[in-house]
Nanobody, 124 residues
Framework: QVQLTESGGGLVQAGESLTLSCEAS????????MAWFRQAPGKEREFVAA????????NYADSVQGRFTIIGDYVKNTVTLQMDNLTSEDSAIYYC?????????????????WGQGTQVTVSS
């Protein structure tokens, strides 16, 4: 089993930056990709970004491309999400996810493990 623990959420103003972290623990040897999803009130959970854990390959949602950066660290068992130029549209609960496949899927069902989520609120 894999446990994922997110941290770093909070309240910021529009235009500011925030960094989220996710630490994986347990049996992590099978993890190949780590990702971030988010869910705003009344909306479905959506893909944000994904990263291969051992090589530099990433995938981003169009809505965050150029503003968010995902970095996976295989040695530290962590993945971070650097979020810049935040807007109120980025307000949501952000979830860390992990999977054992090599692709960088955007669908929720492709991921095997999930964290509990961390709240990000951007005030305009």
């Amino acid at each position: 089993q894999v446990q994922l623990t997110e941290s770093g959420g909070g309240l910021v103003q529009a235009g500011e930056s925030l960094t989220l972290s996710c630490e994986a623990s347990g049996v992590t040897s099978g993890i190949r990709i780590m990702a971030w999803f988010r869910q705003a009130p009344g909306k479905e959970r959506e893909f944000v970004a994904a990263s291969r854990w051992t090589i530099n390959r990433t995938n981003y949602a169009d809505s965050v491309q150029g503003r968010f950066t995902i970095i996976g660290d295989y040695v530290k068992n962590t993945v971070t999400l650097q979020m810049d130029n935040l807007t109120s549209e980025d307000s949501a609960i952000y979830y860390c996810a992990a999977a054992g496949q090599f692709a960088l899927p955007t669908r929720i069902t492709a991921y095997d493990y999930w964290g509990q989520g961390t709240q990000v609120t951007v005030s305009s």
